[in-house]
Each structure stands twice: as structure tokens, then as C-alpha cells.
């Protein structure tokens, strides 16, 4: 079992900046994906951007160059660097873990970009 504790989402305003992170925890096992969703409401959840054990790094075009995904396999942990947020990006961010063919999700954290 794989334990996912996000932080660091909140209220920021347009143009603004937000770092997330995601702390794995529990049978880590080093050949799996994380990545960040996101869900509005009346929306569908929607892959915002993941990364391998290798970094590979993939992301939704909507938030290409606003976006960056970094990972710390020594914390087991990933972030979600968010600059010149727009209010569409207003959403609950999901950590998304997958290993072993088992997929995980944290709590979430809500982002509300806003004046």
C-alpha cells in the first residue's frame, strides 16, 4: 500500500505563482509514474502533468511552459512548480501515484487563482 500527502495549494491571484508537493510514503517501489490531476467542478479530472522514475516529464498542453514537474527519489516526493496562473487553472490537484499495475491518489488541494 502507498500512502499520498499533498501540500501546498491555496488562493493566489492571476499571474501568480504555487509549488506543490506530494510526499509517497509505504511500499515505494522505484520503477512507477507520479504525476499531478486536477478536477473542477463539473469537469472530468484531467492528467495535468507526471513524471517516470527517470524523469521522463510529460504534460497537458494547457499548461506547457507554465508548468514544471520535478521529483526527489531520495523523499519519494514530487512537485508541481505553477507560475503566471490564470483563473482556469482553478481546481482540486490530485498526487497520482502508479507501481506495480496499482494506481494511487492522495486527498487532494485546492487551488483557486483569483483576484
Known amino acids: 500500500q502507498v500512502q499520498l500527502v499533498e501540500s501546498g495549494g491555496g488562493l493566489v491571484q492571476p499571474g501568480g505563482s504555487l509549488r506543490l508537493s506530494c510526499a509517497a510514503s509505504?511500499?515505494?517501489?522505484?520503477?512507477?509514474?507520479m504525476g499531478w490531476y486536477r478536477q473542477a467542478p463539473g469537469n472530468q479530472r484531467e492528467l495535468v502533468a507526471s513524471i517516470t522514475g527517470t524523469g521522463f516529464t510529460n504534460y497537458a498542453d494547457s499548461v506547457k511552459g507554465r508548468f514544471t514537474i520535478s521529483g526527489d527519489n531520495a523523499k519519494n516526493t514530487v512537485y508541481l512548480q505553477m507560475n503566471s496562473l490564470k483563473p482556469e487553472d482553478t481546481a482540486v490537484y490530485y498526487c497520482n501515484r502508479v507501481q506495480s499495475g496499482n494506481r494511487y491518489w492522495g486527498q487532494g488541494t485546492q487551488v483557486t487563482v483569483s483576484s
Open positions: 509505504g511500499s515505494i517501489f522505484s520503477i512507477n509514474v
